[in-house]
């Protein structure tokens, strides 16, 4: 019997169980692009709708730019602006640039049925994200 309750006697370690607090956020109006407000004080929510906030606010961060969020936040997607990539292409890399974006959160087990498509110049980008607390539909 070893003295260190993480390793068994042969030397290996085994897993310890890790437990996710309840995701939180800041509740988000998508629709005006603001906080929601409540008696004066801005809303929060937790679970699969803090899941959806972090997403939208992710995706919508440019990664490296702001030197508050770590390297790992925030997508890339802004480089593909002015680039001179076919349409295949620039979805392509639209569609790694979600996958990096995404799954660094624990919370996020997935991504499927990822399309995107060009409305003239515009690059839409519609997926549903599997994550712990169901599954989220996303529209960029």
């Excluded at 087990?109 to 997926?127: A, P, R, Y």
Aim: net charge negative; aromatic share 14%; glycine share 6%.
């Amino acid at each position: 019997m070893s003295i260190f309750p993480f390793i068994d006697e042969i030397g290996e370690v085994q897993a310890m169980p890790v437990s996710l607090p309840v995701p939180k956020e800041y509740a988000w109006d998508f629709q005006r692009g603001d906080f929601i407000r409540e008696d004066g004080k801005i809303a929060a929510v937790e679970g699969r709708e803090a899941i959806k906030i972090w997403i939208y606010k992710a995706l919508h961060t440019t990664r490296y730019r702001w030197p508050v969020y770590s390297w790992n936040y925030g997508s890339e997607l802004e480089t593909l602006i002015g680039t001179s990539y076919s349409h295949a292409a620039t979805q392509s890399e639209a569609k790694r640039y979600v996958g990096e974006c995404l799954l660094v959160n624990p919370y996020i087990k997935g991504i499927k049925d990822l399309h995107t498509s060009f409305q003239e110049e515009k690059l839409n980008i519609t997926f549903t994200a599997v994550t712990d607390y169901g599954e989220v539909m996303i529209h960029v």
